[in-house]
């Protein structure tokens, strides 16, 4: 597929031949990526995750109790796409609610990964990142919560960008944890990473967690010549499958020869981060999902009152999961366990930011896993605990609100795409698309 930066270059006409080419491409693919296939505007066709409003699509959040809802205004970053060039076409599919690392949760079916039908292409994000991989997408918005842009494109071979918490405007957005949620670009490589990042990033007085600062743009300045200090950290790689340390030993060292500087560092349990982020993610889930219940969006249970109107809309609207995290969230936020677990979990969430922070006061860039293994088999995760551990390497770095990015590296054995991540100092996303972006030309993944 033709990279965004090409794309952004055709004429109008041409434009509007990828359009169709995508378009023929999508419905005749087997994938399960697109949930529908609505247009917005001209341009560079942009597929959007299905929890993003676009102005007259459908919007569902891969829920079932979204089924029949229609956006009735823009998010923001789907302004920034018109004015720089570009349009939306079709909606990506996801775990419901942005809740799970498989796209297996969606209510709209299970998305398969591009480079083997029987594994799942990672989540939330999965349509995304399937689509991307899998030739038919130019670029793809997904939303990272917890590692929803980043670990799909692991699993599927792309690149994925997690800007800084602030960075992108969230309005418009379905809030999944609210403190935790960004919007950012899936992209075939890097430079297109850049290219979308820049489009759809900047302050925004819709949303009151948006950065008040200007963000230079990124692309007209990608150095990849860049030396910098890149930090490992060492008992963090363990818990990876060999084939996985194997991979980020060979980066360490492309990364040396390319000239930059590597220093050694630990870092404290990754299990503490696991339980601080499904602490405060569930807690703010339960708060955001409370608004779904029949009367204002979507689908609405036959009911002779209002109290079993909440109560069977809720019931039949909600997947097991969502409903799992509603009820964690809102024991973890009720009066006696509220000190114990919320309270705490704010309490390490600044220890995490702190511990990155000190790293930063030395190196760069962190370069860490992704995910402990590659892509799983569809069906293979059934324990949510599973799930959750397997997280272990993204969701810290949404406690911290860094930005991060993910990119292939190589494959494993059975010839599954391995991918890992740079992590940077908050707002220097122009540091982390240099390293990466020298990384990638070193590594010339196919
Ligand atoms: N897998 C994580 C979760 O289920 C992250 C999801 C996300 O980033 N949206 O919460």
Redo the contacts with the bound molecule.
Sequence with gaps: MITLEVALKLSKAEQEELKEEILTKAKASDLNAYVGFEEHGSGVPIFIKDNIQVDGWSVTSGSKILQGYIAPYNATVIEKLGQNGMMCLGRSNM?EF????TTESSYYGITKNPHDSSRVPG??SGGAAAAVAGGIAVAALG???????R?PAAYCGCVGLKPTYGRVSRYGLAA?ASSL?QIGPITQNVTDASILYDAISGHDEKDSTSADMVSEPTFPNLNPQRKLTIAVIDNYISEASSEIQKAYANTVKALESLGHTIVHKNMQNTKYDIAT?YII?TAEAATNLARFDGVRYGRRADATNVGDLFIKSRSEGFGEEVKRRILLGNFVLSSGYYDAYYLKAQKVRHLIRDEFNKIFEVADLILSPVAPSVAPKIGAVEDPLE??KS?MY??AI?LAGLPALSLPVGRDESGMPIGLQFIAKAFDEQTLLDGSLSLERAINYK
């Design positions: 775990d942005a809740m799970g690392s989540g939330s939303s990272d919560t917890g590692g929803s842009i670990q999944y949620d982020y993610a799930m959750y997280d993204t969701i949404n």
